[in-house]
């Protein structure tokens, strides 16, 4: 049976269907009704079990087990999956093999490699060229409607109780991954096995202070100086990743710079105003 969910979205709130794009859609398991506002699915088998040390999970490599199907490149393909990680910058940074960048199919085959089922699915952003048509028409002072179909986020699941909320940003060769936020219960782990854990795999935080306690622990890995570490700082926040352990979970929040992120935005009003540009209508006075 059917099941529709509900994904809260950082940019976008509204989810559409994707049962109309059937030979697009970067998760063809999550297909839902035709023109349905909830396009939510569950993925029927369930997969193995991940492997994981203190809360990070560990590579493994094996055949798909089902639970999601080939998929076209028709959102692009990335193979971030190669580059290897680099102490300390964050930018090169994975959680459970998911890393910035990444494109919608890839992160599905690591998801597949590593047993993960997929649970949420929302395709609530444009394309890119949709975005600079918008873009176009919100600078001509025209009505520019809301055009959905995108990928925009995706949630992955493990047997252990951990999840992967993976964010979307619109870029001109299609959805890239800017933000990952990875949540693992302590399951009786303490702070210390944690830190240990995240320094082997990430290198020493940089960034600010690390602040542990008996049942806490908190850590940013970042190379910019500590105001520009922070979102309260002065807008050259570098790539980062941010550890925080409470009393019932592990989280981790990785995501590209604030100059990456203003790159984007800027491109697509960029590519709107060039676009004006080529089709200005005559000066008539």
Known sequence: MRKTFTVPMVVLSLSVSVAAQAQSDPFANLRGVAN??????????????????D??????SSRSDGSTEQI???????NRASTQIVKGDAATFDIGGIKLGMSPSEVERVAKMRKLKLSDLNKSHPSYEQAVASKMKEMRNQYAPLVFGSTAFVRLQDDQGSSW?????ITREGPRTYMIQYETPLNGRTPAGFATSLIEKYG??????????????Y??????????CTYSGDGTRPAYLEANMETDKLRLRL???????MALENAIRDQAQANLAKTAPKVTF
């Open 55 to 60: 809360g990070v999970v560990v590579a493994e």
């Open 219 to 228: 850590a940013n890995w970042c190379t910019g100086p500590r105001t520009a």
């Open 204 to 217: 020493p935080p940089k960034g600010g202070p690390s602040r542990m306690s008996e049942r806490t622990y």
């Open 255 to 261: 995501e590209i710079s604030y100059a990456q992120t």
């Open 165 to 169: 909320g993976v964010h979307f940003n």
């Open 36 to 53: 349905s506002v909830k396009a939510l699915g569950r993925i029927g088998k369930k997969p193995a079990v991940s492997t994981a040390e």
């Open 72 to 78: 076209s490149a028709a959102e692009g393909a990335t």
